[in-house]
């Protein structure tokens, strides 16, 4: 079976997609997850995200016209489409990034960003900054009109006012993503805001469907999406991409994508539908044991195109939050509830089955899925040399 089956829905008669003489050809989860096939339904155009990170560079060829007006909440000089670092640039391009002049390509191509620029450690020992400027993006984000929230950030600590901000944002309807984190051998400690409750929490995985060894893991896990060997933005000066591994940074902004691409097909579903759908349809190991939850993979990996073209997944209930199964406050115009949702237990799979990925998973010693494995495969992680950091902001105490 091709590695690439991890990703793959199965879709009879998809042809891989021309590869491109530019970073493009080495976006290989588009070709996986049946971008091409999806664009022909929707691209995520009426969606709006949120990318809360290192600033947004508006003027790259892949973002022209994708970028609209932001924050800036570091109080420092600059402005939200003011990058310091080419983070964040990568991720709204593997998110909304058109492709054009040999750019990245983004999942959602469809899709407006809307920049929210906080700083990361260094930022901070070189700028005097607003001590709550991940507090301020995050409020701000969920009193835009993005749909979606993609933070790529992270940290060790964990704070009253960051808490009830990404409350503030569930009330307001919003889907929350954010790393999981990229340090799972040194001390593998929840990173914040993935670990916030509201918050989707996103492990990185590779080709082959299995997680990164720097993905963290624990229970602020929720979902895997691709992470590894995906090029960004070498530096400042926006001249030339470096390959690497984009890591749960990437991961996010590609699970942030896979939203908007769902959403946008159902413009009438809330937040808690759109991230049910996306557990619902999630790839999962043969003897995956039904509703379990991997410490690893979460509900496993991101599959989109289970949805979008093949009508895969159940909504349930607009006002349950699939991540507490606490009642939300549902947006005005929120349809009825629906039947509850079905988990989707594979029971095998082979091309053109509906199953979820054909491999299987083994389990820790606590019962937790190490991780999805392919055929005779006996490890649950792929080796990550170099990992593309994730950006990690440290309050002081």
């Given at each position: ?5 991890a ?38 155009e ?8 290192t ?8 973002l ?35 492709g ?6 983004g999942l ?15 930022f901070q020992?070189?700028?005097?900054v ?15 009109d ?27 309807g ?7 984190g ?15 409750p ?15 060894r ?7 896990v929720?979902?895997?999406s691709p992470?590894?060997?995906?090029p ?38 809330t937040?808690?539908?759109v991230?049910?759908?996306l ?17 690893y ?6 599959r ?29 115009g ?10 989707q237990g ?45 950006v ?6």
């Amino acid at each position: 079976m091709a590695l690439a089956g991890a990703w793959s829905i199965a879709v009879a008669g998809a042809a891989p997609a021309a590869v491109a003489a530019d970073v493009r050809s080495k976006q290989w989860y588009l070709d996986a997850m049946h971008a091409e096939e999806m664009w022909k339904t929707t691209t995520g155009e009426g969606v709006r995200v949120a990318v809360i990170d290192t600033g947004v560079n508006q003027s790259t060829p892949s973002l022209n016209g994708q970028v609209l007006e932001g924050v800036d909440a570091t109080g420092a000089e600059g402005e939200a489409t003011d990058d310091y670092t080419g983070h964040g640039t990568t991720m709204a391009e593997l998110i909304a990034g058109t492709g054009k002049g040999g750019g990245l390509r983004g999942l959602a191509p469809g899709v407006k960003i809307i920049p929210m620029r906080i700083s990361n450690t260094e930022f901070q020992n070189e700028h005097r900054v607003n001590s709550q400027d991940a507090e301020d993006a995050i409020r701000a984000a969920a009193d835009s009109d993005a749909r979606i929230i993609s933070m790529s950030f992270g940290s060790e600590y964990s704070s009253p006012t960051e808490r009830e901000a990404v409350k503030y944002a569930e009330s307001k309807g919003k889907l929350f993503f954010a790393a999981a984190g990229n340090n799972a051998k040194e001390g593998n400690k929840a990173q914040y805001p993935a670990a916030y409750p509201q918050v989707v929490g996103v492990a990185s995985a590779d080709e082959a469907g299995q997680v990164a060894r720097y993905s963290q893991h624990g229970g602020n896990v929720h979902i895997a999406s691709p992470g590894n060997n995906i090029p960004g933005w070498c530096d400042t000066k926006f001249q030339s991409y470096c390959d690497g591994d984009g890591g749960t940074s990437a991961a996010t902004a590609i699970a942030s994508a896979s939203a908007a691409l769902v959403w946008s097909a159902h413009p009438d579903w809330t937040a808690n539908q759109v991230l049910r759908v996306l557990f619902d349809t999630a790839g999962r190991g043969t003897d995956w044991e039904k509703g379990t939850i991997s410490n690893y993979l979460g509900h496993g990996i991101i599959r989109p195109g289970m949805n979008i073209l093949k009508g895969k997944g159940n909504p349930g209930a607009p006002d349950v939050n699939p991540l507490t199964n606490e009642k939300t406050s549902s947006p005005p115009g929120s349809p009825a509830p629906s039947a509850p949702a079905t988990s989707q237990g594979s029971k095998g799979s082979k091309p053109g089955d509906d199953a979820a990925v054909a491999g299987s998973s083994k389990k820790a010693g606590d019962g937790s899925h190490l991780g999805l494995i392919l055929g005779s495969v006996a490890a649950a992680a792929a080796v990550a040399a170099g990992a593309f950091f994730l950006v990690r902001r440290r309050r002081s105490a």
